[in-house]
Nanobody, 127 residues
């Protein structure tokens, strides 16, 4: 059973920061692009950020550019999302996902390319 476990979510005031973590098991972590998606209540799931299997290429949603940094530690099978200058509109459940490198032809901003998903962690930003 492949498992992705998110942590680090919580309640933060506008302008604050959070660091989300995603720990993976039962996979060769270095062979996967890792991504973060989020879903607000009543809204569709949307892309947040992604990092290639090598860590050499990163992608960010326009709304998160300059406010987030995605990184990974393959030795620890963990991917991180550091978010700063948080806004109330960032409130959502944040999901970690893994995309095998054989799906390279699918844009890493698209959820359909990801094989495995975590259960999500709630981020709430108060005004």
């Amino acid at each position: 059973q492949v498992q992705l476990l998110e942590s680090g979510g919580g309640l933060v005031q506008a302008g604050g920061s959070l660091r989300l973590s995603c720990a993976a098991s039962e996979l060769t972590f270095s062979g996967y692009t890792m991504g973060w998606f989020r879903q607000a209540l009543g809204k569709e799931r949307e892309f947040v950020a992604a990092i290639s299997w090598s860590g050499g290429v990163t992608y960010y949603a326009d709304s998160m550019k300059g406010r987030s940094t995605i990184s990974r530690d393959n030795a620890e099978n963990t991917v991180y999302l550091q978010m700063v200058s948080l806004k109330p509109e960032d409130t959502a459940v944040y999901y970690c996902a893994a995309k095998h490198f054989t799906s390279y032809y699918i844009d890493s901003r698209q959820a359909r390319g990801y094989n495995y998903w975590g259960q999500g962690t709630q981020v709430t930003v108060s005004s």
